[in-house]
């Protein structure tokens, strides 16, 4: 899926890609198939508006129609791209419950925790309804590894609004944040909003909440230790150790002690313990 139709206050996407446009469902499924004959053991289904596939075909399908389709086939471990939490529905939930094809990892963009200001932005929305997505989707996969997008220093944050965010955003289930500043981008309608916030805050806010992100992150990983994780084997070594390199279903990175299995396959993988902030040591089971 290509293009966006939304209209966020602060973004220019849809201006430099133009309208959503989606593959139709027979060249997806052609291509997971040639992929599948090439030895790909994981794809990742992608978009810059991916919850908004198949509105624009005729007729109009659902990407969750599309997981229908895709999944019923054999061929590799899928994954999905940055989503739309308004785009998560029941039918996605229960494909999440139900296939162990499709990885229990969702990157789901929020932006702010202030409702005011997700109004502001354009977000179709609100933090309770995120929240309650968030407890749904931990509780139907319990391991999932749950992302955010959080946006920091959008016009009329003040610091009771960040303040808010960051209370919000310790209480989710959430697994690591994609934390980044709000710029002034020409044609938009965030440009000439009132309330624009100071870099130095908006830096002094990046920073705090990267802090909760990496923190976040070590509690997943370790809260995963123990696990045997189907895990992509990567192609490449890691340079400071030289150990093999994994991805976990669950989005986790893993250095996998030797001898490793072959790279390109998936393989069940023990996660040990931590090797440093963002990594798991793991051996073959």
Known sequence: QDGCSAACAYCTVPLARGPSRSLPPERVREGLAAYA?????????CGIHLGAWGLDLDP?????????????EPGPRLRLSSIEPNEIGPEIIRRLESSTRLCPHLHLPLQSGSDRILARMGRPYTADFYAGLATRLKKARPEICLGADVLIGFPGEDEAVFAKTVEFLQQLPLSYLHVFSFSRRPFTRAASM???????????????????SRAKRQAFFQSSLGQVRPTLVENARDKATGLARGLTDNYIQVLITDPPPPSGQIAPIRLVEMAGPDRVLGRTT
């Open 37 to 45: 004959a090439a030895g790909y053991a994981e794809v990742v289904l």
């Open 194 to 212: 009132d309330g624009q916030v100071s870099p130095g805050d908006i830096k002094d806010r990046v920073g705090r909440l990267r802090e909760m």
């Open 60 to 72: 109009p399908m659902k990407l969750s129609r599309l997981l229908d389709l895709v999944l019923e």
